[in-house]
C-alpha cells in the first residue's frame, strides 16, 4: 500500500495536531493533586470522537475517569493503552517556561506532560485520523483505554480490569512508552519490568522533641537507616535474603535481542551529568543489568528538620519511599513478603511496611503480532531498523490490561520521546519531528497490523486461543468513521 495520500494528510494538518496537543498540554493534570482531572478527561474523550470512535467514559468509585473507544471491526482485536494524567512538576525555577504553558521554543515543545505521555497520545488518534481519512475504517477493531491514575498506581485501572474483562480480549496491546535514541534509532520495548513500591516507616518519640535526649531516647532516623542498610551492600548488590534466588535465567530469545541492544553510555553520562556508571559497569553487561537486573531503589528520605535555618531536634518519625523494579518470577507480592521476612529476621519487626503500588512483570515474545508490526514498520519512517529490548526498565500497570484474560495479551510499547526528553524532571519536552514522524510511523504499524492480522486468519494461525465478538456491547457516543 503507498502512503503518499496518509503522508500528505499528515503534512497537510501538522499545525493542527502540534496545536491539539498544546491545548491538551496547556491543561493541568496532575493526578496528585487533582485539580482538572474530569476537564482532561472529557477534552480526551470529544479527541477520541473527532478521530472517529465511539467512545464511554468510565467512572469507577472516587477515581478518576478512563475513557475507552472503538475504531474499525474485523476478526482481530487490538488494545491501545494511554494515559492523561503527569507527573507532578517539581520545582518551577527549575523550568525554562511554565510547565504547563507549552511553548515551542526552537524545534521543541516544552511542556509537563508533552512526552509522557499526552504527546504519544495525541500523535496516535491523529494517525488513527489520517488512516480513516485516507483509506477507510480500520481493518480491524482497535480498543483504545485512556486512563488518568498512572501516577498513582492505576487502582481504577485495575478495577476496570476486573468488571470489563471481556472488553480487553486481544489479540495484542500497544503501550505507550519508548523513544528515539541518540543515532535516530527507534527502541521498541516488548514488555515491562514489574514494581513493588513501599513505604518503610520507623517511630520514636510521639513528635521531633530536643535532640539533648538523643543519648538516652531511640532515634527513629537511625534505626531506619540500619535497616536500609541491610537491603542493599556497598558493592551495590541487593542482599534482601532469597530476593535473588527467585530472578529467571534468560532464554535463547532474550540473549539475542540483549545483542543488539545499544547504549550511548558516554552519552548519557553528560546527560545524567555522572562520571561511571554503578559497579563500574560497562558494555554487555552494563546492558544486561538495565534490562534484566532487579533493582532496589531508595526513592526518598524524610525525617526530622530538613528546613532553613538551624534546628538541633531529635525526630519522632523516619520514613523512606523504597521501588523494587522486579524481572521473571519476582512478583510484588513476593517480594514485600521477602523484604517482611528479611527485616524480621534482623530485629527489625517495628519497622512498618506500606504497600504504596505493584504492578507484575509483563514480558512478550518477539513473535507476536503487535511486535512483528512494530518492528517492520519502523525503517520506513525512521531510516533503520529498531533497537529492540526484549523488556523495558521502566514499570506499569500493563497486567492490568494484558493479564486480564488468560493466556496474557503480548505488548509492544514505543514512542515519540528522545534521550533528552526527561520526563519525570524540568523542561520535559518532544521535538516536533519526531512528533509528526510518529504519526506516520503509527499509521504504518495500523496497516502491518492489519496485513498480519489477515494473514494469520487465512493461515489460522492466530495466536488468540478464542473468537472475539467485536458488536457494540456498551452504549457509546459518537460513531466510528464511515467510508
Given at each position: 500500500?503507498?502512503?503518499?495520500?496518509?503522508?500528505?494528510?499528515?503534512?497537510?494538518?501538522?499545525?493542527?495536531?502540534?496545536?491539539?496537543?498544546?491545548?491538551?498540554?496547556?491543561?493541568?493534570?496532575?493526578?496528585?493533586?487533582?485539580?482538572?482531572?474530569?476537564?482532561?478527561?472529557?477534552?480526551?474523550?470529544?479527541?477520541?470522537?473527532?478521530?472517529?470512535?465511539?467512545?464511554?467514559?468510565?467512572?469507577?468509585?472516587?477515581?478518576?475517569?478512563?475513557?475507552?473507544?472503538?475504531?474499525?471491526?474485523?476478526?482481530?482485536?487490538?488494545?491501545?493503552?494511554?494515559?492523561?494524567?503527569?507527573?507532578?512538576?517539581?520545582?518551577?525555577?527549575?523550568?525554562?517556561?511554565?510547565?504547563?504553558?507549552?511553548?515551542?521554543?526552537?524545534?521543541?515543545?516544552?511542556?509537563?506532560?508533552?512526552?509522557?505521555?499526552?504527546?504519544?497520545?495525541?500523535?496516535?488518534?491523529?494517525?488513527?485520523?489520517?488512516?480513516?481519512?485516507?483509506?477507510?475504517?480500520?481493518?480491524?477493531?482497535?480498543?483504545?483505554?485512556?486512563?488518568?491514575?498512572?501516577?498513582?498506581?492505576?487502582?481504577?485501572?485495575?478495577?476496570?480490569?476486573?468488571?470489563?474483562?471481556?472488553?480487553?480480549?486481544?489479540?495484542?496491546?500497544?503501550?505507550?512508552?519508548?523513544?528515539?535514541?541518540?543515532?535516530?534509532?527507534?527502541?521498541?520495548?516488548?514488555?515491562?519490568?514489574?514494581?513493588?513500591?513501599?513505604?518503610?516507616?520507623?517511630?520514636?518519640?510521639?513528635?521531633?522533641?530536643?535532640?539533648?535526649?538523643?543519648?538516652?531516647?531511640?532515634?527513629?532516623?537511625?534505626?531506619?537507616?540500619?535497616?536500609?542498610?541491610?537491603?542493599?551492600?556497598?558493592?551495590?548488590?541487593?542482599?534482601?535474603?532469597?530476593?535473588?534466588?527467585?530472578?529467571?535465567?534468560?532464554?535463547?530469545?532474550?540473549?539475542?535481542?540483549?545483542?543488539?541492544?545499544?547504549?550511548?553510555?558516554?552519552?548519557?553520562?553528560?546527560?545524567?551529568?555522572?562520571?561511571?556508571?554503578?559497579?563500574?559497569?560497562?558494555?554487555?553487561?552494563?546492558?544486561?543489568?538495565?534490562?534484566?537486573?532487579?533493582?532496589?531503589?531508595?526513592?526518598?528520605?524524610?525525617?526530622?528538620?530538613?528546613?532553613?535555618?538551624?534546628?538541633?531536634?531529635?525526630?519522632?518519625?523516619?520514613?523512606?519511599?523504597?521501588?523494587?523494579?522486579?524481572?521473571?518470577?519476582?512478583?510484588?507480592?513476593l517480594a514485600i513478603s521477602l523484604l517482611r521476612e528479611h527485616?524480621?529476621?534482623?530485629?527489625?519487626?517495628?519497622?512498618?511496611?506500606?504497600?504504596?503500588?505493584?504492578?507484575?512483570?509483563?514480558?512478550?515474545?518477539?513473535?507476536?503480532?503487535?511486535?512483528?508490526?512494530?518492528?517492520?514498520?519502523?525503517?520506513?519512517?525512521?531510516?533503520?531498523?529498531?533497537?529492540?529490548?526484549?523488556?523495558?526498565?521502566?514499570?506499569?500497570?500493563?497486567?492490568?490490561?494484558?493479564?486480564?484474560?488468560?493466556?496474557?495479551?503480548?505488548?509492544?510499547?514505543?514512542?515519540?520521546?528522545?534521550?533528552?526528553?526527561?520526563?519525570?524532571?524540568?523542561?520535559?519536552?518532544?521535538?516536533?519531528?519526531?512528533?509528526?514522524?510518529?504519526?506516520?510511523?503509527?499509521?504504518?504499524?495500523?496497516?502491518?497490523?492489519?496485513?498480519?492480522?489477515?494473514?494469520?486468519?487465512?493461515?489460522?494461525?492466530?495466536?488468540?486461543?478464542?473468537?472475539?465478538?467485536?458488536?457494540?456491547?456498551?452504549?457509546?457516543?459518537?460513531?466510528?468513521?464511515?467510508?
Amino acid at each position: 500500500m503507498s502512503f503518499t495520500r496518509f503522508d500528505r494528510y499528515v503534512e497537510r494538518n501538522a499545525q493542527s495536531f502540534i496545536e491539539r496537543l498544546q491545548a491538551l498540554c496547556r491543561m493541568p493534570s496532575v493526578a496528585a493533586r487533582g485539580t482538572g482531572m474530569r476537564n482532561v478527561a472529557e477534552a480526551v474523550e470529544q479527541m477520541m470522537q473527532r478521530a472517529g470512535g465511539g467512545t464511554r467514559l468510565f467512572r469507577l468509585g472516587s477515581g478518576y475517569p478512563i475513557i475507552y473507544a472503538e475504531f474499525g471491526a474485523g476478526a482481530h482485536c487490538f488494545l491501545v493503552y494511554g494515559h492523561y494524567d503527569v507527573q507532578p512538576i517539581g520545582s518551577l525555577s527549575e523550568w525554562t517556561s511554565g510547565p504547563f504553558a507549552a511553548q515551542i521554543i526552537g524545534a521543541k515543545l516544552y511542556a509537563r506532560g508533552a512526552a509522557n505521555s499526552k504527546g504519544d497520545l495525541v500523535a496516535r488518534l491523529a494517525a488513527i485520523e489520517a488512516y480513516q481519512k485516507s483509506f477507510g475504517k480500520l481493518p480491524f477493531c482497535l480498543r483504545y483505554i485512556v486512563e488518568g491514575e498512572d501516577a498513582l498506581g492505576s487502582p481504577s485501572l485495575y478495577q476496570f480490569a476486573a468488571e470489563y474483562a471481556e472488553l480487553l480480549r486481544a489479540h495484542g496491546a500497544i503501550w505507550d512508552d519508548g523513544y528515539i535514541d541518540a543515532n535516530g534509532r527507534l527502541v521498541i520495548s516488548l514488555g515491562f519490568k514489574g514494581i513493588a513500591f513501599v513505604e518503610l516507616r520507623a517511630h520514636g518519640a510521639r513528635t521531633d522533641i530536643h535532640s539533648k535526649w538523643g543519648g538516652i531516647v531511640p532515634n527513629p532516623a537511625w534505626r531506619l537507616v540500619h535497616a536500609l542498610a541491610t537491603l542493599f551492600s556497598p558493592a551495590g548488590e541487593i542482599t534482601v535474603d532469597g530476593y535473588m534466588d527467585h530472578v529467571a535465567p534468560l532464554d535463547e530469545e532474550d540473549l539475542r535481542l540483549l545483542a543488539s541492544v545499544e547504549l550511548d553510555e558516554e552519552g548519557l553520562k553528560r546527560e545524567f551529568r555522572i562520571e561511571r556508571w554503578a559497579r563500574g559497569l560497562a558494555g554487555p553487561d552494563l546492558v544486561r543489568q538495565l534490562v534484566f537486573g532487579p533493582t532496589c531503589t531508595i526513592c526518598g528520605l524524610q525525617t526530622g528538620h530538613t528546613e532553613a535555618g538551624p534546628r538541633t531536634a531529635l525526630p519522632g518519625t523516619a520514613v523512606a519511599r523504597v521501588d523494587f523494579r522486579l524481572v521473571p518470577n519476582l512478583t510484588p507480592e513476593l517480594a514485600i513478603s521477602l523484604l517482611r521476612e528479611h527485616l524480621d529476621r534482623r530485629g527489625f519487626d517495628d519497622i512498618e511496611i506500606s504497600v504504596l503500588a505493584r504492578a507484575p512483570v509483563a514480558k512478550s515474545s518477539a513473535r507476536s503480532l503487535v511486535a512483528r508490526a512494530a518492528a517492520e514498520s519502523a525503517a520506513e519512517v525512521y531510516g533503520s531498523d529498531p533497537i529492540i529490548y526484549p523488556l523495558d526498565p521502566a514499570s506499569g500497570p500493563v497486567g492490568a490490561l494484558c493479564g486480564a484474560v488468560q493466556p496474557p495479551t503480548p505488548v509492544v510499547s514505543f514512542g515519540i520521546g528522545y534521550e533528552g526528553s526527561n520526563p519525570h524532571g524540568p523542561d520535559e519536552n518532544i521535538r516536533l519531528e519526531d512528533f509528526i514522524r510518529g504519526i506516520k510511523y503509527f499509521g504504518r504499524v495500523i496497516h502491518q497490523l492489519g496485513r498480519l492480522a489477515q494473514e494469520a486468519s487465512a493461515e489460522k494461525e492466530s495466536e488468540a486461543a478464542v473468537e472475539l465478538q467485536h458488536h457494540r456491547a456498551l452504549p457509546m457516543k459518537g460513531a466510528t468513521h464511515e467510508d
